[in-house]
């Protein structure tokens, strides 16, 4: 009778400790399987950031991209040569200035908006906050030519200037050798942006989204899914999280009030004048977003977990809660990327 007892207790205790192992195995399984959805719709959502962005119009060059470096760099593409590209958008500081609005080349003169950063920027629909200029090309000879910012009277000028160096003779010829006088405007505007189109930065985000099952912590992935969940992929979202659309800053109020801006800035409509472009804006892309401070078109807000907070109210009618802003944040900080040592000064 006795031995009947202890070979009932003995397969009562085996039952028990086998039991959780059964539990566990099938939450491991269940686990496994949300991350591969949630890879899965990340993948269909954000897509494939490409190693250059290509534009067949301007095929890029290892020619054309030294040059356009150099005149990234380049003092002597303003007025009294004080600026240059890189002198609004920095990149050893990701491609910004860090400054609400940046100052001219002229003493005193400060610009209007916020310099958006240069790095992923080929990828957008278009160029600056409202979108007046189709490409990186185009928007590479507008900041020359403006009196507040770097000042040069007319392309003549800038023409003359470059003509006069041995160094952009022989690096223009090469860039463009079928032609027989390389040097002018629109070849300067190709030049930098076959260098801005090699601007991108690869993330940790970048490997998850190809596969990597360990690129993103535990943390990280609850922030990729509310971030998802909250309804922030209706702006940002491509492989450039943004910079894919225009879309009116302040679906759910005036945006002023929440950014304290000191200016209401209309947006699309500076340009085209159309009261139903009144505070339309190109949708900023969000990748090296944790580094690109202060935030928006004018500079106006600084904490990025506070332009999170601003965003939930203003686009999507939510009310985050500090959690929720925690781990959007979270996500945020895993866009990201380096910027390659050849392209800083």
Known sequence: MKNRWYLLMVVLVLFSCNKPKKESTETKTESKSEYAALQ???????????EIAQNDANPVTAEKVALGKKLYFETKLSKNGNQSCNTCHN???YGVDNLPTSPGDGKGTLGTR???TTLNAALHIAQFWDGREPDVEAQAGGPILNPVEMGMPDEKTVVSRLSKEKEYKEMFAKAFPAEKDPINYNNLKKAIGAFERKLITPTKFDKFLAGDTKALNEKELKGLQTFIDKGCITCHNGNALGGNMFQKFGLYGNYWEYT???SKDKGKAEVTQKETDNYIFKTPSLRNVAKTYPYFHDGSVKDLKEVIKIMGKLQVNKDLTDDEVQSIYDFLETLTGEVPAEYKM
């Open 40 to 50: 899965e719709r990340a993948q269909s959502l954000f897509g494939t950031l490409p």
């Open 91 to 93: 990149l050893d500081t």
């Open 114 to 116: 916020n310099s958006p």
């Open 260 to 262: 304290k801006s000191k």
